[in-house]
T-cell receptor
Framework: AQSVTQLGSHVSVSEGALVLLRCNYS??????LFWYVQYPNQGLQLLLKYTSAATLVKGINGFEAEFKKSETSFHLTKPSAHMSDAAEYFCAVGHQAGTALIFGKGTTLSVSS | EAGVAQSPRYKIIEKRQSVAFWCNPI?????LYWYQQILGQGPKLLIQFQNNGVVDDSQLPKDRFSAERLKGVDSTLKIQPAKLEDSAVYLC?????????????FGPGTRLTVT
């Protein structure tokens, strides 16, 4: 069985500060890992994905994530937060192409000026 | 390229009433998913279609929920009768099924409120 745990339901940072959103996964098979962002009243938009290639994955809007098998983690980072980054972020795991994703409960990112 | 379309965007019904949601996936996408997102939680799969066949409906409450995907394109999700706990956002997603196999593209969702 697969599962995802997002540590911290709410993260607050100042504009220009480092963003770190934590995600740990559990999977009995090699996982495929994803980060999605959801703005109010919108659907989910893919930020980045790990599919067993490079362990450091770069995504859109300056975000990146590193797959660490030994720590079963896939934390999302961005060096400098912008006000426009304020949204809900979801980590998700899948186990093969085309299967449905299992999502974490989400982390709300707030950015203050 | 047009994205995943869903309608209606919002729906308010009373418990025990029925409701239907519609999804039009990205053209050519073979795989279609319906997810339920309850407030404060991540999306949870209800049903997955590959073309017009069901791949996974293990988490669909079949006593009240039904879904179909006619001709492998559009899909409809129905709830009958609705319960208070069905209040949620219903997200439709589609995936190419080839090439970029891992991408799921989400629609804006339908927010259902059951009173």
């Amino acid at each position: 069985a697969q599962s995802v745990t997002q540590l911290g339901s709410h993260v607050s940072v100042s504009e220009g500060a480092l963003v770190l959103l934590r995600c740990n996964y559990s999977s009995s098979v090699p996982p495929y890992l994803f980060w999605y962002v959801q703005y109010p009243n919108q659907g989910l938009q893919l930020l980045l994905k790990y599919t067993s290639a490079a362990t450091l994955v770069k995504g859109i809007n300056g975000f990146e994530a590193e797959f660490k098998k030994s720590e079963t983690s896939f934390h999302l980072t961005k060096p400098s937060a912008h006000m426009s980054d304020a949204a809900e972020y979801f980590c998700a795991v899948g186990h093969q192409a085309g299967t449905a994703l299992i999502f974490g409960k989400g982390t709300t990112l707030s950015v203050s000026s | 390229e047009a994205g995943v379309a869903q309608s209606p965007r919002y729906k308010i019904i009373e418990k025990r009433q029925s409701v239907a949601f519609w999804c039009n996936p990205i053209s050519g996408h073979a795989t279609l998913y319906w997810y339920q997102q309850i407030l404060g939680q991540g999306p949870k799969l209800l049903i997955q279609f590959q073309n017009n066949g069901v791949v996974d409906d293990s988490q669909l409450p079949k006593d009240r929920f039904s879904a179909e995907r006619l001709k492998g394109v559009d899909s409809t999700l129905k709830i009958q009768p609705a319960k208070l706990e069905d209040s949620a956002v219903y997200l439709c997603a589609s995936s190419p099924g080839q090439g970029n196999l891992y991408e799921q593209y989400f629609g804006p969702g339908t927010r259902l409120t059951v009173t």
